[in-house]
């Protein structure tokens, strides 16, 4: 499951998250986001540990602003509702393993 995270939920659904948190921001004119959606979809199913999420860079940009997002697609990983990493671009399935290689 990927959850759609916003201003309102993201201290709930991230920040006091039990488990690490990786956050798709993202926007609808994207190319390389719509590539990327599928492959957290993919990734959200292969890692169960992992919480995944989406945030949408146009109706959240005060999120956006606040983690440094200059290009999407982005990915973070939180972890004790700390961002620990990024990473920019489209990433692959093979990409997002590594990442999440010993995560959880």
């Not at 939920?9 to 998250?17: G, L, M, Y």
């Not at 199913?45 to 945030?55: C, I, N, Q, W, Y």
């Not at 961002?83 to 489209?90: L, N, Y």
Request: aromatic content about 10%.
């Amino acid at each position: 499951m990927v959850y759609k995270i916003t201003a309102g939920n993201f201290e709930q659904e991230v920040e006091k998250s039990d488990m690490p948190v990786l956050v798709d921001f993202w926007a609808a004119w994207c190319g390389p986001c719509q590539m990327q959606g599928p492959v957290v979809d993919q990734a959200a199913e292969k890692f169960p540990k992992v919480k995944f999420g989406k945030v949408n860079v146009d109706e959240e940009g005060e999120l956006a602003g606040r983690y440094g997002v200059m290009s999407i697609p982005m990915l973070v990983l939180f972890q004790g509702g700390q961002a620990v990493q990024k990473a920019v671009g489209f990433h692959s399935m093979e990409e997002l393993e590594k990442l999440l290689d010993g995560v959880g």
